[in-house]
């Protein structure tokens, strides 16, 4: 059973830091497009940050550029999103998601992943 579980979610003040782990179960760990993604009340998904298992080059979007790190433990099955500098606009719940093929791909059928976590909810207060 594929399993993808987020923790290190939490309520901090602007400025302040969180790192959100995933750990992954249930299907190959190895060749699979990771990433974290997040969904604001009232606003659609957007992508956080993406990185590919078997060559960890990251991608990140704009919100999240120069604050926020993605890595893996590929020993673990555990890929982190470091997030620093928080601002109020980062309260959302966020999702981590799976899918075995390169992040080139996922890019270009529009991020739909095959496989996503439960989520975990950060808050940044002012």
């Known amino acids: 059973q594929v399993q993808l579980v987020e923790s290190g979610g939490g309520s901090v003040q602007a400025g302040g830091s969180l790192r959100l782990s995933c750990v992954a179960s249930g299907f190959t760990y190895s060749s699979n497009c990771m990433a974290w993604f997040r969904q604001a009340p009232g606003k659609e998904r957007e992508e956080v940050a993406s990185i590919f298992t078997g060559a960890g080059v990251p991608h990140y979007a704009n919100s999240s550029k120069d604050r926020f790190t993605i890595s893996l433990d590929n020993a673990k099955n555990t890929v982190y999103l470091q997030m620093n500098n928080l601002k109020p606009d980062d309260t959302a719940a966020y999702y981590c998601?799976?899918?075995?093929?390169?992040?080139?791909?996922?890019?270009?059928?529009?991020?739909?992943?095959?496989?996503w976590g439960q989520g975990t909810q950060v808050t940044v207060s002012s």
């Open positions: 998601a799976a899918d075995p093929v390169s992040c080139v791909i996922i890019s270009a059928r529009g991020y739909e992943f095959k496989y």
